[in-house]
């Protein structure tokens, strides 16, 4: 079964930057699709970024790409989501999702109902 624990949010300033990381647990098929989304008070989950374990291969939210990048640690069975230049309008919290044995691309990588693994979220709070 696998599992999900998200850990690296915080507070920063707007303008800062902060690592995400998402530690997967009991996954061991290297051809999972791992995706980060984001959830404001009121607002729906959104897709921010997603990677595909078999390929590396990489989807991103048009309006954050060039700011944030997702990637994966083999050796450590975790993936990121590097986040820089943040503004206090990504302030939400950020979920870490996976697809076992699924091969997510394009807009479909960053669709909330095509990942059945969810953790438990961390809070990114950012200030100007």
């Known amino acids: 079964q696998v599992q999900l624990v998200e850990s690296g949010g915080g507070s920063v300033q707007a303008g800062g930057s902060l690592r995400l990381s998402c530690a997967v647990s009991g996954d061991n098929s290297g051809r999972t699709s791992m995706g980060w989304f984001r959830q404001a008070p009121g607002k729906e989950r959104e897709g921010v970024a997603g990677?595909?374990?078999?390929?590396?291969?990489?989807y991103y939210s048009e309006s954050l790409k060039g700011r944030f990048t997702i990637s994966q640690d083999n050796a450590k069975n975790t993936v990121f989501l590097q986040m820089n230049s943040l503004k206090p309008e990504d302030t939400a919290m950020y979920y870490c999702?996976?697809?076992?044995?699924?091969?997510?691309?394009?807009?479909?990588?960053?669709?909330?109902?095509?990942?059945?693994?969810w953790g438990q979220g961390t809070q990114v709070t950012v200030s100007s």
């Open positions: 990677l595909y374990t078999g390929s590396r291969t990489t």
């Open positions: 999702a996976a697809a076992p044995a699924t091969y997510l691309y394009s807009s479909a990588a960053l669709r909330a109902q095509n990942y059945n693994v």
